[in-house]
C-alpha cells in the first residue's frame, strides 16, 4: 500500500518539492541552451571551401582562432554538461520528501475507481477530466484506463474493471494511425478477457467456500460489497442486507438518500445550557436521531483552535492502521484510507480547552478518553461502515481496551469538504456533511453496556478537497455517576 496519495498533507508537500524540481530542470535547460548555443554557432560559422583561408591574410587569422579559441570554448561545453550536477540537486528536493510509489499511483487509480462507484461518476466524464464542476488538467490515456482496469480487477472489483478494459479497447481503435504495435495490444486486451472470467469465478469460488474466520475479516479489509454480494449469493438474508447496505451507503454519500419527514419529527434544534456561563454562549445543537442520541453541535471550535490543532498533528500523520478482529494485529487497510495522528492532553492549552469544552457540552468525563485522533483524508479517503465500540460483552480481545469500552463518540469537523466526505449512519438514514468547526456526538453504547450496532457509521470518500477531523472516543469507566448504566437487558 503506497502512503503517498492517502493523505492531503503528504500530497502537498509533493506539489512543493514538485515545483522546485521543475525549477531546477528549467534552470539546467537555460544553460544546457547556452552550451548547445556556443557548438552551433561554431557550426554555423564554417564555411569551409567557399573561403580561401590559405592566400587571405584575414582568412587565416580567422581560420587559427577558430581552431585553437574557438574549438577550446567547444571542447569545454562538450566535457561540461551539468547534468551530473542538477541531477545530484534533484535527487536532494526528492529526497525531501515522502516519495509516491507505484503502489501510490495504483491506489490513486483506485481511489477513482471508487469515487466513480460511490458518487456515480461517469466513465466518459472521468476520462474527458471531469468532476462536478471541476476539470482536471489532462485528459485521462488509454494506459491510464488500462491501469484503472488493472487496478479495479486486483481489488476485486470486477464488473468495474471490465468497464474500464472496456474502454481501454474503444480509446485504442480510435487511435489514428492504428499501428501494428496498437492491433496487437487490442488483440490481446481481448483475448485476456477470457483469463478474467475465469479467474473471477475462481476467486469468487475459493472465496465462497473458505471458512468464517476468512470471511470476518472482510468487514475491516475494503473488500467490496460487489465483491462480497457475490459470495452471500446463495445466502438470501446476508445478500439482502448487503445490498441494502450499499444502497443506503452510496445513496447517502450522494444525498439522493435522506430521512422521510416523519423520521424527523420531534427532532430539534436548539440552545444547550450545560453550565451557568454556558447561558450567556450556549452551543448550538441539533438533534439528528433520539435512539440512538445523534446530535450536531455547530460553531464549537474556533479557526484558531483548529489551526493549533492541526499543527501538532502535522508531523505525525502516519498511514492508517486498523485493528483486526481476525489476527489482533494492526494491520493496513483499503476499508480506512487516511493518515492519523494522536493529540494529547498537555501537547497544548488549546487541547485542554477543547477537552474541558467536551465535558460542559456532554456532561461526561474526559479523564479516561482515549487521546485526540486526528484522521487527514486525501484523494477518495474515506472508511467503509464500522462501529467505534469493541464489543467487550461479546468478543474477548487480548488486549481488552483500557477503562472500558467506548462509550461515546465525539467527532469535530476540522474544515469544510468541497465535496464528499460526509459521515453517514446507513441504517438510520442519517447523514452528517463535514462542516468546519462543527462536532458530532453519539452513544456508540446502549444504557446496559451493550454495543448499538445501529450507531454503524462510515465516512464517504472526499471527492473534492480534503478532509480533516478529530475524533474522542470517550470511555465507560468514570461516566457511573454521570451516564448511569442500568442493569436492564432490553434497555
Ligand atoms: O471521518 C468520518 O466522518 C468518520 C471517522 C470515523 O468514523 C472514525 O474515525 O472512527
Ligand atoms: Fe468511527
Not at 540537486?89 to 515522502?98: D, I
Not at 445466502?235 to 423520521?263: F, I, M, N, W
Request: charged share 25%; with cysteine.
Amino acid at each position: 500500500l503506497g502512503e503517498v496519495h492517502t493523505s492531503a498533507v503528504t500530497v502537498a508537500q509533493l506539489v512543493e518539492a514538485e515545483n522546485s524540481v521543475t525549477h531546477a530542470l528549467q534552470e539546467y535547460v537555460k544553460k544546457e541552451e547556452t552550451r548547445l548555443g556556443t557548438i552551433k554557432q561554431y557550426i554555423r560559422s564554417w564555411q569551409g571551401g567557399l573561403v580561401d583561408y590559405v592566400h587571405n591574410p584575414i582568412n587565416s587569422f580567422h581560420l587559427l582562432r577558430r581552431v585553437t579559441k574557438e574549438y577550446h570554448a567547444v571542447q569545454e561545453s562538450l566535457h561540461d554538461t551539468f547534468a551530473e550536477a542538477v541531477l545530484a540537486n534533484l535527487r536532494v528536493l526528492r529526497e525531501s520528501v515522502q516519495l509516491p510509489v507505484e503502489a501510490d499511483l495504483n491506489g490513486a487509480a483506485y481511489a477513482l475507481v471508487r469515487l466513480q462507484h460511490i458518487y456515480n461518476l461517469s466513465i466518459d466524464d472521468l476520462i474527458d477530466g471531469h468532476i462536478r464542476n471541476k476539470k482536471a488538467i489532462q485528459m485521462l490515456s488509454a494506459d491510464d484506463c488500462l491501469r484503472m482496469a488493472q487496478q479495479s480487477f486486483n481489488n476485486l472489483e470486477f464488473e468495474l474493471s471490465e468497464k474500464w478494459y472496456q474502454k481501454v479497447v474503444e480509446l485504442l481503435m480510435a487511435e489514428q494511425p492504428l499501428t501494428h504495435h496498437v492491433h496487437l495490444m487490442i488483440d490481446k486486451l481481448v483475448k485476456q478477457k477470457e483469463h478474467r472470467v475465469m479467474l473471477r469465478t475462481l476467486v469468487t469460488q475459493m472465496a465462497k467456500d473458505s471458512d468464517d474466520t476468512v470471511l470476518d475479516q472482510f468487514s475491516g479489509l475494503g473488500i467490496p460489497t460487489s465483491f462480497q454480494k457475490q459470495i452471500y449469493e446463495d445466502h438470501d438474508q446476508e445478500y439482502v442486507q448487503l445490498e441494502k447496505l450499499d444502497h443506503l451507503y452510496s445513496g447517502l454519500c450522494r444525498g439522493d438518500v435522506t430521512q422521510p419527514p416523519e423520521a424527523y419529527a420531534g427532532l430539534k434544534c436548539g440552545y444547550a445550557y450545560s453550565h451557568d456561563y454556558r447561558r450567556l454562549m450556549p452551543f448550538k445543537v441539533e438533534l439528528r436521531w433520539a435512539d440512538p442520541i445523534i446530535v450536531v453541535y455547530h460553531d464549537v471550535l474556533s479557526e484558531a483552535e483548529i489551526s493549533t490543532v492541526k499543527h501538532i498533528a502535522s508531523p505525525r500523520l502516519e498511514t492508517t492502521m486498523v485493528h483486526s478482529f481476525t489476527t489482533h494485529q494492526m494491520q493496513k487497510s483499503l476499508a480506512r484510507v487516511g493518515k492519523t495522528a494522536w493529540v494529547q492532553r498537555g501537547d497544548d492549552t488549546t487541547v485542554d480547552r477543547i477537552l474541558q469544552r467536551i465535558e460542559d457540552m456532554t456532561g461526561l468525563t474526559t479523564d479516561t478518553s482515549e487521546d485526540f485522533h486526528v484522521l487527514n483524508y486525501g484523494i477518495g479517503g474515506h472508511y467503509d461502515a464500522h462501529v467505534d465500540f469493541f464489543d467487550l460483552q461479546n468478543k474477548s480481545l487480548d488486549k481488552a481496551p483500557h477503562l472500558g469500552d467506548r462509550l461515546a463518540t465525539m467527532l469535530f469537523y476540522l474544515n469544510d469538504v468541497e465535496a464528499g466526505g460526509s459521515t453517514v449512519f446507513p441504517t438510520l438514514a442519517v447523514e452528517v456533511p463535514a462542516r468546519q468547526g462543527s462536532a458530532l456526538f453519539w452513544f456508540n453504547l446502549e444504557r446496559n453496556g451493550k454495543g448499538d450496532y445501529r450507531t454503524m457509521h462510515a465516512a464517504c470518500p472526499v471527492l473534492l478537497g480534503e478532509k480533516w477531523i478529530a475524533n474522542l472516543w470517550l470511555h465507560e469507566f468514570g461516566q457511573e455517576f454521570r451516564w448511569p448504566c442500568t442493569l436492564d437487558p432490553k434497555d
